[in-house]
T-cell receptor, first 112, second 116 residues
Framework: ETGVTQTPRHLVMGMTNKKSLKCEQH?????MYWYKQSAKKPLELMFV???????ENNSVPSRFSPECPNSSHLFLHLHTLQPEDSALYLC???????????FGQGTRLTVV | AQKITQTQPGMFVQEKEAVTLDCTYD???????LFWYKQPSSGEMIFLIY??????QNATEGRYSLNFQKARKSANLVISASQLGDSAMYFC?????????????FGKGTTLSVSS
């Protein structure tokens, strides 16, 4: 059982929809991350939160909006997505420098 | 600029054989961390092994070992006695505080196929 839980596991949405991805960790970590994994491409870092503060935004389009209400929860709000946004979205958390990141099982997103 | 390079898109090995997955990296910071992850078809990323830039010895975890050559900036993963369950994507990753703080930056991955 992973310490990082993502919901939903699968999501199909239209380009005009608004949806949210949820990530929850019960590992006591202080950093959380969103990654995008598209076919044939490496994992792309999207956002980094340390102690609930956003420290990295890797030139992500504004149709992706992260939210970190506390150190255990991370959301990714989606609106007016494009078909090329279809991918596996992975959430991860870590304690600090030098420690491994623990990943959730991901949300498989399909934009139609 | 790409920071993590995995040049082998796919590798094939038979059960019980050893296999080496290549990884080279680029950083100007003397302090960094290197990680290997396994991603089965289910999608979850599973942590395998870690090497710190100041570690004197190569990391080992069971059947996994990391061949760390600092001067060559390489951190190859060696899997001994391959098993069918080792078939998966393998990603090399680096934590470079000058790049993305505490986040990991990943290579493109290598698909490992183990046959009986």
């Amino acid at each position: 059982e992973t310490g990082v839980t993502q919901t939903p596991r699968h999501l199909v949405m239209g380009m005009t929809n608004k949806k949210s991805l949820k990530c929850e960790q019960h590992l006591g970590h202080n950093a959380m991350y969103w990654y995008k994994q598209s076919a044939k491409k490496p994992l792309e870092l999207m956002f980094v939160y340390n102690f609930k503060e956003q420290t990295e935004n890797n030139s992500v389009p504004s149709r992706f909006s992260p939210e970190c209400p506390n150190s255990s929860h991370l959301f990714l709000h989606l609106h007016t997505l494009q078909p090329e946004d279809s991918a596996l979205y992975l959430c991860a958390s870590s304690q600090d420098w030098g420690s491994e990141a623990f990943f959730g099982q991901g949300t498989r997103l399909t934009v139609v | 600029a790409q920071k993590i390079t995995q040049t082998q898109p796919g590798m094939f090995v038979q059960e019980k054989e050893a296999v080496t997955l290549d990884c080279t990296y680029d950083t100007s910071d003397p302090s960094y961390g290197l990680f290997w992850y396994k991603q089965p078809s289910s999608g979850e990323m599973i942590f395998l092994i870690y090497q710190g830039s100041y570690d004197q010895q190569n990391a080992t975890e069971g059947r996994y070992s990391l061949n760390f050559q600092k001067a060559r900036k390489s951190a190859n993963l060696v899997i001994s006695a391959s098993q069918l369950g080792d078939s998966a994507m393998y990603f090399c990753a680096m934590r470079d505080p000058n790049q993305a703080g505490t986040a990991l930056i990943f290579g493109k991955g290598t698909t490992l196929s183990v046959s009986s």
